[in-house]
């Protein structure tokens, strides 16, 4: 019932920019999220937003670079990425999570997205 599809995802070359959209079928969440996952490695917690109220938080290493939004009008939430690096290469996956205190666990999010492939070239 619940259904979370990213897009936005390609590939582009270090140094430039990609915006990642995620289309949420419901708005009852407290929390979205954005994680990754690259070949061989674990998913990683990038980004997250409250549903309700301006609170965002970013993984030490997107910080600066990596800006989340949303528009709940929209039923979306965005990735903006900009300074992208050859390390950003990845899976990226939207994720909701039924509570606005979780945090960058994996098992805090329960409902979770295809995912779209972000490829950067050196």
């Known amino acids: 019932q619940v259904q979370l599809v990213e897009s936005g995802g390609g590939l582009v070359q270090a140094g430039g920019s990609l915006r990642l959209s995620c289309a949420v079928s419901?708005?009852?969440?407290?929390?979205l999220g954005w994680f990754r996952q690259a070949p061989g490695k674990d998913q990683e917690f990038v980004a997250a937003i409250n549903w309700s109220g301006s609170s965002t938080y970013y993984a030490d290493s997107v910080k600066g670079r990596f800006t989340i939004s949303r528009d709940n009008a929209k039923n979306t939430v965005y990735l903006q990425m900009n300074s992208l690096k050859p390390e950003d290469t990845a899976v990226y996956y939207c994720a909701a999570a039924p509570l606005a205190s979780a945090g960058n666990r994996v098992s805090e999010y329960a409902y979770w997205g295809q995912g779209t492939q972000v490829t950067v070239s050196s």
């Open positions: 419901v708005r009852t969440f407290g929390r």
